[in-house]
């Protein structure tokens, strides 16, 4: 397993009862203990953890209290378990809060190859842990093949290099890991379950938990079952009981609301997990002005359609087009003129000018980039173009 | 555009209804509820869609012609929808829309091309500032939806986000994130604690055990200095007596106990020997010899043969006896020539005589099978047996001495005799033959009973019978003899025992009594023999014993040799050396008791031996001193244990509670609801900024344009010459001829209508795309204000459809207008 970011807050919406809200937030360490009591229940040679464990390190007194008692489960279970610290729990944070059971072995940062017995032998477990939260070298340097050994498996948390949606922390190109004739790489850090390569093994099992919207789909662990030969089998096994999902609709060709709340129900996934649902709402038609004018009142109706599902709506995200756009008339053409022009750029920017002004919004809110205040005018002119639209019921 | 049909399929009350509309001004007058607003709702619902429910099924078309002649219809039909689908065709071709209706919306339609009464009286309603936008909106002509939308906005907005307020959603929520941001930061703090808490927390628990080791120390020294007091007394007295045990007695504390053991012992020893002296027994020797007691022991074992041989003698004579008396009685029967004891026949006679028998049958049957035949009548051996049967019979008869069967035989022997004779007369020749044979047998006969001892001539029955007898009387012989010899053995054997005997009977012993007599001889012999024994064994063991406790005497002698040795004194002086040696036992017994007491009262060495310490130095502690470091260290541990509670608990409400990341949760949440807030008030203000830049661009290219002809208008209908609209704050104002200024609001309410309608006149004129519609727009009018108006609208380049209910509007517009009028 790895990235079970187990402190990190979920952007849930306002409205939640306390209750929710903490169970909600809780999903982590519950993924994590269901992880445990499956390692246990079958018995597992060893758990490899590749990092990130916490999401605030330097204060994660209550997760690491959390984390140390499952691994105190495994240690009434004989398990041993290996690890190490990703860019969200670097060494420097001090993540020692707590002493960690013995069977738990923590790589350092210069790295080292660990000797684990077996019943018909043993092998090689290799890693290292991110002193500082940046660590942008190649990491290969760490991994130099021991002799012997029944097996080699190397736990890394990094970057592979073609990816460029996460910062380069420790990047690798998957041939160069290759070179180095492991027999499974344990990757971390990057959240979206992946496999860079089959023969080895060089797998990314995902963060334990969806935590943003775009984790999606159902989150947990591999058990890896490695043959005297041959590549390993791998089986996943969801262990997070909340998942995110985000359901794309359009209303182009739709009349009533009713079809549009059908089409997102049809795209709900069949899980017994709880859905953190963003919903999308894209095209142009007829139910355009009803989303644009009454968004929070449509989705107030989604919720209580949705009663009847294990779902809570994270957002409901409308992002429809006018069809007024594609007219000719006067006004319209100089709405969609003056919104790109820059004499309204700069009347946005003396109005926004207010927001810098309010000392606790300065502390708490991000100020709108180019491109932010671009899409703003955008938004606006369509707003402004409501009024054009055909009224619907 | 001018309007040439309206046609109202279903509408409201009205079902398949067509009017054709004047080309420049079509009134429609009727009652209340006469349908005039139906057909005006009707028409701007064909533009922009029903607002009634479906089950109306509302449907129905408008015709327009065109500038260029062209027929425009636009038919409008509710199905799936309320508002209706809608087709507009242009000489039968369907085209967009937008090609009719070149950007008009509903609104702007409601703006521009209707007016109405309500219109007009919401002015009344309206704050300065509100009218003034709403106539500097009617002047912006086309953009006054927009204007209004944005106004809209606005307000929103204000709800949303004001930068000085504290009201707005996103000001409170900002407020409430920085109450969670501080409430974070106080618990960032509190963790950054952590480590240093349980460091703490660590030397808490050391201080706490160095406390209560320091206690423990107090204590015990309250203890000592308390024991050190109560063992003083006891200490200084043993100090002095002490030397005492380095003395040492010179006998030891045994030495009486021993002495007096060994006095008593040797004492009951001499005694013992003394008795035992007078124990020993007198012996005197056994009165039979080993050699006799030896032959007695035989006759003793033999006495049992003895009575064995008696019986056996005794029973051999009586049966002798009764041989005697079988003999005789076997010899009675028998003629006296046979003497049983000499005749031979044995087993071997037997059977030679089982053959005569045989031969003689034979010989019988030859004679029967002769006498049966015709002349020589065959007589069978059987039937000479039976003829000679009556003999044999007569002489058993004779023989047991039957005379009365005798007789009878007798007489049936003769009978049988003489028809014997009479049978063999006729068979001669064979019978010679057979006569032989039996001489033959007869001969056999004579040599068998020579042979047998027996007398010729009797009959061979008798000869079995003899035989028999004879066999008997031989067993009896043989019976005879055998007892005669088991007699003759027995007496000779009881004779030779009688002979050995002889020594030990009294004279005169009879044979039977002789066993009896040596049993008792013997018994008497053995109990000698045992008493003789006992007495020697009894002697012998006195003997040791006697040994045993001189030997004992001696040792025990020694013993008291060596006491008196020990003692350095003799056995007068040695009980004065005993009493002094038990005195100087006893002081030490007393000092060792001093001190078991002192160790009682303090059992522990270590802690004795600085008790005594203090007691020898004389520097025992103070017990206030020690009760003052008592409380100050009792002051700091609660300190320390209240210290360490709440150390305790703040620790496990950081690793337990999860408060930090609840409350962090908590402000994520409330941030995403800020971010939204202000992303909407964001999206706001860029519409109010493209709204302004909007305003501009009209205010600077149209809206003069507009305010030049309705001023125009205005002007000719009141004394106002002239409408301005603010460059900077677009305060709209009115200028009479006179000079003087006047802002919307100061107005009275028939020329704000007439200034509102100028706006709405010259916008129309502007922009003429669809015909006016006018709802009872005169009804608040005064007659000279309606007649400036009339004669306005005759001007008015655009086609008019009015809508009233009023007959002095009907008449005016029949006067000043003209046109089509429908009466409904």
């Given at each position: 397993m790895a990235d079970l970011h187990l402190d990190r807050p979920l952007p849930l919406p306002p409205g939640l009862d306390d209750d929710k809200q903490d169970w909600l937030r809780k999903a982590p360490l519950r993924a994590l203990e269901k992880a445990v009591t499956a390692a246990v229940k079958k018995q597992v040679d060893f758990v490899l953890i590749s990092g990130d464990i916490y999401h605030k390190a330097d204060r994660s007194v209550h997760a690491f209290w959390a984390f140390r008692n499952q691994m105190v489960r495994l240690s009434d279970a004989a398990i041993p378990v290996y690890m190490i610290h990703g860019n969200h729990d670097p060494v420097s944070a001090g993540t020692n809060y707590f002493k960690l059971p013995a069977n738990v072995h923590v790589f350092p940062p210069e790295g080292e190859a660990v000797w684990h017995w077996t019943k018909t032998g043993g092998g090689w477990i290799y890693g290292f842990?991110?002193?500082?939260?940046?660590?942008?070298?190649?990491?290969?340097?760490?991994?130099?093949?021991?002799?012997?050994?029944?097996?080699?498996?190397?736990?890394?948390?990094?970057?592979?290099?073609?990816?460029?949606?996460?910062?380069?922390?420790?990047?690798?190109?998957?041939?160069?890991?290759?070179?180095?004739?492991?027999?499974?790489?344990?990757?971390?850090?990057?959240?979206?379950?992946?496999?860079?390569?089959?023969?080895?093994?060089?797998?990314?099992?995902?963060?334990?938990?969806?935590?943003?919207?775009?984790?999606?789909?159902?989150?947990?662990?591999?058990?890896?079952?490695?043959?005297?030969?041959?590549?390993?089998?791998?089986?996943?096994?969801?262990?997070?009981?909340?998942?995110?999902?985000?359901?794309?609709?359009?209303?182009?060709?739709?009349?009533?609301?009713?079809?549009?709340?059908?089409?997102?129900?049809?795209?709900?996934?069949?899980?017994?997990?709880?859905?953190?649902?963003?919903?999308?709402?894209?095209?142009?038609?007829?139910?355009?002005?009803?989303?644009?004018?009454?968004?929070?009142?449509?989705?107030?109706?989604?919720?209580?359609?949705?009663?009847?599902?294990?779902?809570?709506?994270?957002?409901?995200?409308?992002?429809?087009?006018?069809?007024?756009?594609?007219?000719?008339?006067?006004?319209?053409?100089?709405?969609?003129?003056?919104?790109?022009?820059?004499?309204?750029?700069?009347?946005?920017?003396?109005?926004?000018?207010?927001?810098?002004?309010?000392?606790?919004?300065?502390?708490?809110?991000?100020?709108?980039?180019?491109?932010?205040?671009?899409?703003?005018?955008?938004?606006?002119?369509?707003?402004?173009?409501?009024?054009?639209?055909?009224?619907?019921? | 555009m001018r309007l040439y049909r309206i046609h109202i399929e279903s509408f409201g009350r009205w079902k398949h209804q067509t009017w054709e509309a004047d080309e420049k001004s079509t009134l429609f007058f009727g009652w209340n509820e006469a349908g005039k607003s139906t057909i005006l709702s009707f028409i701007e619902s064909v533009f922009f869609g029903f607002t009634v429910s479906t089950e109306a099924r509302s449907a129905g078309s408008l015709q327009f012609v065109g500038k260029d002649g062209s027929i425009w219809l636009l038919e409008r039909r509710q199905g799936r929808t309320k508002s209706g689908d809608l087709r507009i065709t242009k000489d039968g071709q369907t085209v967009k829309e937008e090609e009719f209706f070149q950007g008009m919306t509903r609104k702007s339609f409601q703006l521009t091309c209707r007016v109405d009464l309500d219109q007009l009286q919401r002015m009344d309603d309206l704050s300065p500032d509100d009218m003034n936008r709403m106539l500097l909106d009617t002047s912006l002509a086309g953009i006054a939806p927009v204007l209004q939308r944005s106004e809209a906005l606005r307000k929103e907005g204000e709800k949303l986000f004001k930068p000085r307020g504290q009201k707005a959603e996103a000001n409170r929520t900002a407020v409430s994130l920085d109450e969670l941001a501080a409430s974070i930061s106080r618990w960032e703090d509190k963790l950054d604690e952590y480590k240093l808490l349980n460091q703490r927390k660590d030397t808490i628990s050391t201080r706490m055990a160095q406390i209560d080791e320091e206690a423990a120390s107090l204590r015990t020294k309250q203890e000592e200095a308390e024991t050190a007091v109560r063992t003083a007394a006891l200490y200084t007295r043993w100090k002095e007596e002490k030397e005492l045990l380095e003395k040492e007695p010179r006998l030891p504390s045994h030495a009486r106990r021993e002495m007096e053991t060994i006095e008593e012992i040797i004492q009951e020893l001499s005694e013992e020997k003394a008795v035992v002296k007078e124990q020993f027994p007198d012996i005197s020797a056994p009165s039979l010899t080993k050699e006799e007691a030896a032959q007695l022991e035989r006759l003793h074992e033999d006495a049992s043969h003895f009575h064995m041989c008696l019986q056996q003698y005794d029973e051999a004579g009586s049966e002798l006896e009764l041989l005697q008396d079988k003999e005789e009685d076997l010899q009675k029967p028998l003629p006296e020539k046979i003497d049983l004891t000499v005749s031979t026949a044995g087993s071997a006679a037997r059977e030679q005589l089982q053959r005569l028998f045989d031969q003689k049958d034979q010989l019988k049957k030859q004679e029967q099978e002769m006498e049966k035949r015709p002349k020589t009548l065959p007589v069978s051996n059987a039937a000479r047996t039976v003829l000679i049967l009556p003999y044999v019979l007569l002489a058993a008869a004779l023989l047991f001495g039957d005379w009365t069967g005798a007789l009878f035989l007798a007489a049936l022997a003769g009978t049988i005799t003489l028809l014997r004779r009479s049978l063999f007369t006729f068979h001669d020749s064979e019978m010679a033959g057979l006569k032989r044979s039996w001489d033959q047998f007869y001969e056999e006969v004579d040599e068998w009973c020579r042979k047998s001892g027996l007398p010729p001539g009797w009959d061979l029955t008798e000869y079995r019978e003899a035989v028999s007898m004879l066999e008997t009387a031989s067993g009896i012989l043989d019976q005879r003899r055998y007892h005669e010899r088991k007699r003759q053995t027995a007496s000779a054997w009881m004779d030779e025992y009688r002979q050995q005997a002889d020594a030990f009977l009294p004279p005169g012993t009879s044979s039977a009594d002789v066993p009896a007599y040596v049993k008792q001889r013997w018994e008497d012999s053995k109990q000698e023999e045992k008493t003789f024994t006992q007495l020697v064994e009894r002697r012998d063991w006195l003997q040791e014993r006697q040994h045993e406790i001189e030997t004992k005497i001696a040792f025990r002698e020694a013993q008291k040799q060596d006491w008196l040795e020990k003692a350095g004194t003799d056995e007068d002086h040695f009980w004065a050396v005993v009493e002094e040696a038990e005195a100087l036992r006893e002081r030490q017994a007393e000092v060792r008791d001093i001190w078991t007491r002192i160790c009682t009262l303090i059992p522990v060495e270590s802690q004795r031996t600085r008790v005594l310490q203090l007691i020898d130095e004389d520097q025992m502690p103070s017990p206030e001193n020690i009760h003052e470091q008592q409380t100050a260290l009792a002051a700091e541990r609660e300190k320390l244990v209240k210290e360490e509670t709440s150390i305790s608990l703040s620790l496990k409400e950081m690793e337990e509670e999860g408060t930090y990341e609840k409350i962090r949760q908590q402000y994520t949440t409330e941030k995403r609801l800020l971010d939204d807030l202000l992303e909407r008030w964001m999206v706001i203000e860029a519409a109010q900024a493209l709204t302004t830049t909007l305003r501009k661009r009209y205010e600077e290219e149209k809206q003069p344009a507009v305010l030049q002809r309705a001023a125009d208008r205005f002007a000719r209908m009141t004394e106002y010459k002239q409408i301005t609209a603010g460059p900077d704050d677009g305060q709209f104002?009115?200028?009479?001829?006179?000079?003087?200024?006047?802002?919307?609001?100061?107005?009275?309410?028939?020329?704000?209508?007439?200034?509102?309608?100028?706006?709405?006149?010259?916008?129309?004129?502007?922009?003429?795309?669809?015909?006016?519609?006018?709802?009872?727009?005169?009804?608040?009018?005064?007659?000279?204000?309606?007649?400036?108006?009339?004669?306005?609208?005759?001007?008015?380049?655009?086609?008019?459809?009015?809508?009233?209910?009023?007959?002095?509007?009907?008449?005016?517009?029949?006067?000043?207008?003209?046109?089509?009028?429908?009466?409904?």
């Open positions: 842990s991110y002193p500082e939260p940046a660590y942008t070298e190649t990491p290969y340097h760490h991994y130099i093949k021991q002799h012997g050994g029944d097996f080699h498996i190397a736990l890394l948390h990094g970057q592979a290099g073609s990816d460029t949606s996460h910062a380069p922390y420790a990047p690798f190109q998957p041939s160069e890991l290759r070179q180095l004739q492991m027999d499974y790489w344990a990757l971390g850090h990057i959240h979206q379950r992946q496999l860079l390569m089959e023969d080895p093994p060089i797998v990314y099992p995902g963060s334990l938990t969806g935590l943003t919207r775009k984790e999606t789909g159902e989150k947990g662990v591999y058990e890896v079952r490695m043959p005297s030969s041959g590549r390993p089998d791998l089986y996943f096994l969801p262990c997070a009981d909340v998942l995110q999902h985000t359901v794309v609709t359009s209303i182009q060709h739709l009349y009533h609301m009713d079809e549009w709340i059908q089409s997102v129900k049809r795209a709900l996934p069949e899980t017994e997990a709880h859905i953190l649902l963003t919903v999308q709402v894209k095209g142009s038609g007829r139910l355009h002005q009803l989303f644009r004018q009454q968004r929070e009142e449509t989705a107030a109706v989604l919720e209580s359609e949705l009663h009847s599902f294990s779902c809570t709506l994270m957002r409901l995200d409308v992002q429809t087009a006018s069809s007024t756009r594609d007219t000719n008339s006067p006004v319209v053409q100089d709405i969609l003129d003056l919104s790109g022009r820059e004499e309204t750029r700069k009347e946005l920017d003396q109005r926004l000018e207010g927001l810098h002004m309010h000392g606790s919004i300065r502390r708490h809110a991000a100020f709108p980039d180019e491109q932010t205040k671009e899409e703003l005018l955008k938004q606006a002119a369509d707003e402004l173009l409501l009024t054009l639209e055909e009224e619907v019921e | 104002t009115v200028h009479r001829s006179d000079g003087v200024s006047f802002q919307p609001e100061e107005l009275s309410r028939g020329t704000k209508e007439l200034l509102y309608l100028s706006l709405r006149l010259a916008l129309v004129e502007e922009n003429p795309v669809l015909p006016l519609f006018m709802d009872e727009a005169l009804v608040n009018m005064d007659a000279p204000r309606r007649a400036a108006l009339w004669k306005e609208l005759a001007d008015l380049p655009v086609q008019m459809l009015f809508f009233t209910c009023h007959e002095h509007l009907q008449e005016e517009w029949r006067e000043a207008a003209s046109g089509r009028e429908y009466l409904l």
